[in-house]
């Protein structure tokens, strides 16, 4: 393909001047379309890349060096054309920064020990034992999820561990650790020192962080140098404590609402859908410290629902005080959804 110089085009196309047909043509020729390949002896310096195996260097990839393989800028990539006569820099070419530093993997640091490509740091896992009491400490449960959710009034005793596997061709060993575990680093596959917590009553996260230096290259200052800092991986175990709200229907204008449907959650909003066929009333309850709600029924505004507060203790052995809202009326609508905020 014939290559038309800088110089000569900007001739060419001066103002106040008509280019021929054939000088556009020697201008389009003259620059790398992208959807053409452009060829290995292009790029500046790959031959000798592929082909060195020459120590890496500890610290950097010779960040001193002019070779554009080692000083290429790779965040700046081909946008559009190129100039032929241009001399390519591994980051204009899709993949092949990739590939080099695959290439590098077989390499040696000038210590003698064996170069490592970008590799993952292990992962912790924690093993858990929980305790779920009453208020008066008489025992409800024990679990061994490393997450659970229980209702206010319940308290949990925490035991546990965290540990981690050996590394391998994948996974660099961590060489740190912090958390809640503490930061005595156990041996791979071996559980760390034991974990406990009593009495808690909030919502309460425990987690074990592993640490290693970053392993491969990375870009610094528009130069690929060894990667600097610190990977990371966690683990985590928690409580999570909330209130309950129910919600149903009946025919009773006063219903016990600890019969009705019921689940954790900490909000007042809800949607629902009530089946009400046959005539019964509709029923929405939660604690009172999460203030009045708003409701639309139909999408209409509702403000006659019937309001009333009622107590419940729950199965821990706490008190709550609850709004309790019911339908004015008895209803007969097999579908009524309402919205409550």
Same mark, same amino acid.
């Given at each position: 393909?014939?290559?038309?110089?800088?110089?000569?085009?900007?001739?060419?196309?001066?103002?106040?001047?008509?280019?021929?047909?054939?000088?556009?043509?020697?201008?389009?020729?003259?620059?790398?379309?992208?959807?053409?390949?452009?060829?290995?002896?292009?790029?500046?310096?790959?031959?000798?890349?592929?082909?060195?195996?020459?120590?890496?260097?500890?610290?950097?990839?010779?960040?001193?060096?002019?070779?554009?393989?080692?000083?290429?800028?790779?965040?700046?990539?081909?946008?559009?054309?190129?100039?032929?006569?241009?001399?390519?820099?591994?980051?204009?070419?899709?993949?092949?920064?990739?590939?080099?530093?695959?290439?590098?993997?077989?390499?040696?640091?000038?210590? #003698?020990?064996?170069?490592?490509?970008?590799?993952?740091?292990?992962?912790?896992?924690?093993?858990?034992?929980?305790?779920?009491?009453?208020?008066?400490?008489?025992?409800?449960?024990?679990?061994?999820?490393?997450?659970?959710?229980?209702?206010? #009034?319940?308290?949990?005793?925490?035991?546990?561990?965290?540990?981690?596997?050996?590394?391998?061709?994948?996974?660099?060993?961590?060489?740190?650790?912090?958390?809640?575990? #503490?930061?005595?680093?156990?041996?791979?596959?071996?559980?760390?020192?034991?974990?406990?917590?009593?009495?808690?009553?909030?919502?309460?996260?425990?987690?074990?962080?592993?640490?290693?230096?970053?392993?491969?290259?990375?870009?610094?200052?528009?130069?690929?140098?060894?990667?600097?800092?610190?990977?990371?991986?966690?683990?985590?175990?928690?409580?999570?404590?909330?209130?309950?709200?129910?919600?149903?229907?009946?025919?009773?204008?006063?219903?016990?609402?600890?019969?009705?449907?019921?689940?954790?959650?900490?909000?007042?909003?809800?949607?629902?859908?009530?089946?009400?066929?046959?005539?019964?009333?509709?029923?929405?309850?939660?604690?009172?410290?999460?203030?009045?709600?708003?409701?639309?029924?139909?999408?209409?505004?509702?403000?006659?629902?019937?309001?009333?507060?009622?107590?419940?203790?729950?199965?821990?052995?706490?008190?709550?005080?609850?709004?309790?809202?019911?339908?004015?009326?008895?209803?007969?609508?097999?579908?009524?959804?309402?919205?409550?905020?």
């Amino acid at each position: 393909m014939a290559t038309t110089s800088r110089e000569q085009l900007k001739a060419w196309f001066r103002k106040g001047l008509k280019p021929l047909e054939s000088q556009f043509a020697a201008w389009i020729d003259s620059y790398w379309h992208k959807s053409d390949s452009i060829p290995m002896s292009s790029i500046d310096g790959l031959n000798d890349a592929l082909n060195d195996h020459t120590v890496i260097a500890d610290d950097a990839l010779d960040t001193t060096s002019t070779n554009p393989i080692q000083n290429a800028p790779v965040a700046i990539a081909l946008n559009g054309k190129s100039d032929i006569g241009h001399t390519h820099t591994p980051s204009d070419i899709t993949g092949l920064e990739t590939a080099l530093e695959e290439a590098t993997t077989n390499k040696m640091n000038r210590d #003698g020990s064996n170069y490592q490509g970008s590799l993952s740091l292990v992962s912790p896992a924690i093993t858990s034992q929980w305790t779920v009491r009453k208020q008066d400490g008489t025992l409800v449960a024990t679990k061994t999820d490393n997450a659970i959710s229980l209702e206010n #009034g319940a308290k949990a005793d925490y035991s546990g561990t965290f540990q981690y596997p050996a590394a391998d061709a994948a996974h660099k060993a961590p060489t740190r650790c912090d958390g809640s575990f #503490g930061t005595t680093l156990p041996a791979p596959a071996t559980p760390s020192a034991t974990l406990t917590k009593t009495g808690l009553t909030t919502s309460t996260s425990l987690t074990a962080n592993l640490y290693a230096g970053k392993s491969g290259l990375e870009v610094s200052g528009g130069k690929v140098i060894k990667a600097t800092g610190e990977d990371k991986t966690s683990a985590s175990a928690s409580v999570s404590f909330y209130h309950r709200r129910y919600w149903g229907v009946s025919a009773d204008a006063g219903a016990d609402i600890t019969s009705l449907t019921s689940e954790l959650s900490n909000a007042r909003a809800k949607s629902i859908t009530f089946d009400c066929s046959g005539g019964r009333y509709f029923y929405y309850a939660y604690p009172k410290a999460l203030g009045t709600a708003a409701w639309k029924v139909g999408g209409f505004d509702v403000s006659d629902n019937v309001l009333t507060e009622t107590t419940v203790t729950n199965e821990y052995g706490l008190a709550v005080t609850y709004y309790v809202y019911r339908s004015k009326n008895l209803l007969t609508d097999p579908s009524v959804n309402a919205v409550i905020s």
